[in-house]
T-cell receptor, first 114, second 113 residues
């Protein structure tokens, strides 16, 4: 399967710890997006990259959150000093512009902060 | 402001019936709309999309209708099957230079055999 992949699929951590998630987009997709989804809600946009440049960030992305896409391929999302309110599903999506703007999502990383 | 919502949080249909899932949006500047299907524990799966210069688009067993006058979007699923049971989200791209999708809360579709 050459879809979007995310690792890990599940993460349990204690409050105050740092966590890092990885996303591998569909091959050759130049855009990569991060969203967060809490139970019973739709995904909420966090940030996106075009190649290695981070072009848009949501106000949801507090200073404890940082995302990178150093080589324009995979991306990492780090949350520092996790809080219980960070518990959510973290979704990654990718697209290839300008040919097609459809965002294809990965399976997500479910984070539980105890 | 940004707001994409759904009229009904749940929808229950009989296998073989047609399903219609509705969505209202508030941003008249939105130029792109998309429907996703999400099964429990999985990421959203693309179903169909439509640009604002169209009012109808068809796929395999699915049709999306866009009414810009009343800012309404709908997803029609023909001959609904048990495998169609999931939560369905509509999303809009607000335009104005933003590439983010704004999602509604979703409609849970249950298909009864």
């Amino acid at each position: 399967d050459t879809g979007v992949s995310q690792d890990p699929r599940h993460k349990i951590t204690k409050r105050g710890q740092n966590v890092t998630f990885r996303c591998d987009p569909i091959s050759e997709h130049n855009r990569l997006y991060w969203y967060r989804q809490t139970l019973g809600q739709g995904p909420e946009f966090l940030t996106y990259f075009q190649n290695e440049a981070q072009l848009e960030k949501s106000r949801l992305l507090s200073d404890r959150f940082s995302a990178e896409r150093p080589k324009g391929s995979f991306s990492t999302l780090e949350i520092q000093r996790t809080e219980q309110g960070d518990s959510a599903m973290y979704l990654c999506a990718s697209s290839f512009v300008p040919d097609q703007e459809t965002q294809y999502f990965g399976p997500g990383t479910r984070l539980l902060v105890l | 402001g940004e707001s994409v919502g759904l009229h009904l949080p749940t929808l229950s249909v009989q296998e073989g019936d047609n399903s219609i899932i509705n969505c209202a949006y508030s941003n008249s500047a939105s130029d792109y709309f998309i429907w996703y299907k999400q099964e429990s524990g999985k990421g959203p799966q693309f179903i169909i999309d439509i640009r604002s210069n169209m009012d109808k688009r068809q796929g395999q067993r699915v049709t999306v209708l866009l009414n810009k006058t009343v800012k309404h979007l709908s997803l029609q699923i023909a001959a609904t099957q048990p495998g169609d049971s999931a939560v369905y989200f509509c999303a809009e791209k607000a335009g104005g230079g933003s590439e983010k999708l704004v999602f509604g809360k979703g409609t849970k579709l249950t298909v009864n055999p």
